[in-house]
């Protein structure tokens, strides 16, 4: 597997042309939902529904996580780009081996309090309208082989209305059942989370 190996100026540089590209395609960026910063590790788990989706994770830890950032990227997508791995990109393998690998590195990052992983259970993309997203085991075996974690849903949600540019709105909920995490139940709140979010984004722009 490819691990991430941190770079500051990487991560400078990225800094400057993440904000400079959220500016020049987006007319506003907003984020709904409450954080309290505290001293464990984050695994966020946001759809996944464009290319976008891990510049919008890195403006969210940016402006409000504040940790140190790593993502899980299929390894054929991490070898074509490796300068990923300058900022925080690790690799997962289709194979049996190769996953396992890649999840007990995710729960080495976990431990260190330091640190947000960024992991997309639903495996692919789909529609930020589909709102009936399955879940892989994954996440399921990171947050039973992770101590003290936080686990922060994310919905990331792009509209244009009457607007040339659209909008992005970040939508976040923390998951406080990981002591007896369940799969099953947590796909069903994941799912539940997320349509409130379209609903609330539909409201807010009708107002």
């Not at 609330?200 to 009708?206: A, E, L, M, P």
Request: net charge positive.
């Amino acid at each position: 597997m490819i691990k991430a190996v941190h770079n500051p100026l990487y991560h400078r540089f990225f800094n400057v042309y993440i904000r400079r590209l959220v500016r020049q395609n987006f007319r506003d960026v907003r984020i709904i939902g409450d954080f309290v910063p505290d001293n464990r590790s984050i695994l966020l788990v946001p759809n996944h529904f464009s290319w976008w989706d891990g510049f919008f994770a890195w403006e969210l830890n940016r402006k409000l996580l504040h940790k140190n950032f790593y993502l899980m990227m299929l390894e054929r997508e991490l070898e074509k780009h490796k300068f990923f791995a300058k900022i925080g990109a690790f690799s997962i393998a289709p194979t049996s081996k190769g996953m396992m690998d890649s999840l007990r590195y995710a729960a080495t990052v976990l431990n260190q309090p330091e640190n947000l992983l960024v992991f997309y259970p639903q495996g692919k993309l789909f529609s930020q309208h589909h709102m009936a997203l399955e879940f892989q085991k994954g996440v399921e075996w990171i947050v039973e082989n992770s101590t003290n974690i936080r686990l922060i849903m994310c919905a990331n949600l792009v509209d244009y209305y009457a607007h040339p540019k659209p909008s992005l709105s970040i939508y976040i909920q923390e998951y406080e059942r990981l002591l007896d995490f369940n799969l099953a139940q947590f796909q069903i709140t994941y799912n539940l989370f997320l349509k409130q979010s379209i609903h609330k984004q539909d409201t807010i722009h009708r107002q």
